[in-house]
């Protein structure tokens, strides 16, 4: 099991940028796929963009593709997510998850192929 906390969130203007931050432990960090999710106000939960950490693959939404972008930081066992270009749809908690896996494809993005979820954080674009 992995434990995920997830920092970063608040309150930026349409336009602005955030660094969300996915920190683990509970195991190693490598060998692991992870992602950022987010869930708005009466909408279900929805995959954002991932990762995985012993490989360079990386999938996004098309929502967010060529705003956010997905990093890692192995000494750190970090995994980030940079958002430019906020708009007010992308207001919602954001959740980060983990599973153990090196292969990361659009088959993993609905929720219940992820078993780790971390505690979410608000993110609030204003218009």
């Known amino acids: 099991q992995v434990e995920l906390a997830e920092s970063g969130g608040g309150l930026v203007q349409t336009g602005g940028s955030l660094r969300l931050s996915c920190s683990t432990s509970?195991?190693?960090?490598?060998?692991?796929?992870v992602a950022w999710f987010r869930q708005a106000p009466g909408k279900e939960r929805e995959f954002v963009a991932g990762?995985?950490?012993?490989?360079?693959?990386?999938w996004y939404s098309e929502s967010v593709k060529g705003r956010f972008s997905v990093s890692k930081d192995l000494p750190k066992n970090t995994v980030y997510l940079q958002m430019n270009s906020l708009t007010p749809e992308d207001t919602a908690v954001y959740y980060c998850?983990?599973?153990?896996?090196?292969?990361?494809?659009?088959?993993?993005?609905?929720?219940?192929?992820?078993?780790?979820w971390g505690q979410g954080t608000q993110v609030t674009v204003s218009s």
């Open positions: 998850a983990a599973e153990r896996g090196n292969v990361l494809t659009a088959s993993h993005t609905p929720t219940n192929r992820w078993g780790s």
């Open positions: 990762i995985t950490t012993s490989h360079n693959t990386y």
């Open positions: 509970g195991r190693t960090f490598s060998g692991l796929r």
